[in-house]
């Protein structure tokens, strides 16, 4: 079962707007983890956030975390069209090693 | 440093017919776990090897089974193939005491 969920499921943009998605699990997390996917191909490793810290970033992105929500949201700042891809929120939960997956949302960034 | 690569890339098998997946991981990590993608979905873990063993598991059922050899390198095997079982194989590696994966680009596997 999916232990995130992102919302919205499909972002449409223009170049140089912002992009925001969220990010919501259920259960207590050992840190929290945000991947990009373009067309069906491998995810590649955006960002990670452990479960004491409540921001971080890595230029144009910006992560927070609000584990009394149980929330996370990614900003993609001045967007640009090689942004267009589908973006994951994964769950660590300590112990095991395994990631557990939201369903996605898939960012347009339109010229 | 070629990164994790994954072979083949697409893949196309009939019913009933059993399927090999390999994965070779980043230099110098040494765990490799398996990942579902169901189109549309968010990728579902399989299961997780480390020293030839397997660690973790999901919530998958025997039919799919897995190896790692000693070069730390990983095969994925589905036997009695599904219609279900139509998706995109995602591997991933990371280093001991690390928590960021290295994804592969995956193996589009199609059951027809």
């Known amino acids: 079962s999916q232990q995130g969920e992102e919302d919205p499921q499909a972002l449409s943009i223009q170049e140089g707007e912002n992009a925001t998605m969220n990010c919501s699990y259920k259960t207590s997390i050992n840190n929290l983890q945000w991947y990009r996917q373009n067309s069906g191909r491998g995810l590649v490793h955006l960002i990670l956030i452990r479960s004491n810290e409540r921001e971080k970033h890595s230029g144009r992105l910006r992560v927070t975390l609000d584990t009394s929500k149980k929330s996370s949201s990614l900003l993609i700042t001045a967007s640009r069209a090689a942004d267009t891809a589908s973006y994951f929120c994964a769950t660590h939960l300590g112990g095991g090693n395994k990631l557990t997956f939201g369903t996605g949302t898939q960012l347009k960034v339109e010229l | 440093d070629a990164g994790v690569t994954q072979s083949p890339t697409h893949l196309i098998k009939t019913r009933g017919q059993q399927v090999t997946l390999r994965c070779s991981p980043k230099s110098g990590h040494d765990t490799v776990s398996w990942y579902q993608q169901a189109l549309g979905q968010g990728p579902q873990f399989i299961f997780q090897y480390y020293e030839e063993e397997e660690r973790q598991r999901g919530n998958f059922p025997d039919r799919f089974s897995g190896h790692q050899f000693p070069n730390y390198s990983s095969e994925l095997n589905v036997n009695a193939l599904l219609l279900g079982d139509s998706a995109l194989y995602l591997c991933?590696?990371?280093?001991?005491?690390?928590?960021?994966?290295?994804f592969g680009q995956g193996t589009r596997l199609t059951v027809v």
């Open positions: 991933a590696s990371r280093g001991t005491g690390n928590t960021e994966a290295f």
